[in-house]
């Protein structure tokens, strides 16, 4: 039995234009034509239209079809296998999107009202960096302390904000004037910028003991992206990241219990890496 190109169209759920496509492209051409010179398919090319739209439906290119039903024996499995995995990684990663559409919905109830504008005015060079915000939301959404952080965040009004980056830059150039001057790491002025980041992060964000800054600095070493939160790649220097966390461990070890030490002038670093990395208790 044979069918015209509108029968087809109708039962298998495509457009006449689609299966135009189909026999241009060499990969569905019809078996007959009536004696008025239109397509007719037979059950064989049915059989084969379903294979074309089932591998269409997995994503495949109308060349990758074509190649797998060329010689289905030699490439199906290997093609299959290959769009499985393919297929089970876009999964995990539209999963993250939706955890992280969510998170971002409900920190818009929290109340942050900052414009774009407004963020630029802020933050300046200090930016998100999309894919490590979105890792680090997932990687501490679980833990108490970073949901404190975030809510805490959220709150911050513009001019909290304002005063927080306004200390931050203050911090940043005496961090790199440190650096550049060649102070050790381990000596009183590195270890008391250290120091100060700490308390900026209990004070503005969630409480940081020592062994919960040492995981904010070796992500600050180890991830370039969570260092930019912290120092803007234009002010950066080749090891200021691992001149900050041997600061942060010297200061860890001096100060296991975090207890107060003095002051030094000026204001602290950003808080943004603890939004990341707040884990908590």
Sequence with gaps: MSYTVGQVSGFAGVTVRTLHHYDRAGLLTP??????????????????????????????????IAEILADPQ???LDQLRA???????QIGKLGRLVEVAERAMEVQQTGVRLSPQERF???????????YATEAELKWAGSAGHREAMSRA??????????LMSEAARWRERLVAAFDEGEPAEGERATALAEEHRRHIS???TPCPPDMHIRVADDFAEDPRAFALVVPPSQQRPGLAMFLRAAVLANAGANPEGKAKPEVEGGVESGLGSLAESEGS
């Design 31 to 64: 078996s007959e034509r009536s004696p008025g010179g239109y397509r007719l398919y037979s059950e064989a090319d049915l059989a084969r239209l379903q294979q074309i739209l089932f591998y269409r439906e997995l994503g495949f290119t109308l060349e990758e």
């Design 74 to 76: 030699a490439n199906a």
């Design 83 to 89: 769009r499985h995995k393919a297929l089970v990684e």
């Design 121 to 131: 005015e802020v933050f300046g060079e200090i930016t998100f960096d999309l894919s």
């Design 154 to 163: 959220a709150a911050h009004s513009k001019e909290d904000w304002a005063l």
């Design 203 to 205: 004070r503005w964000f």
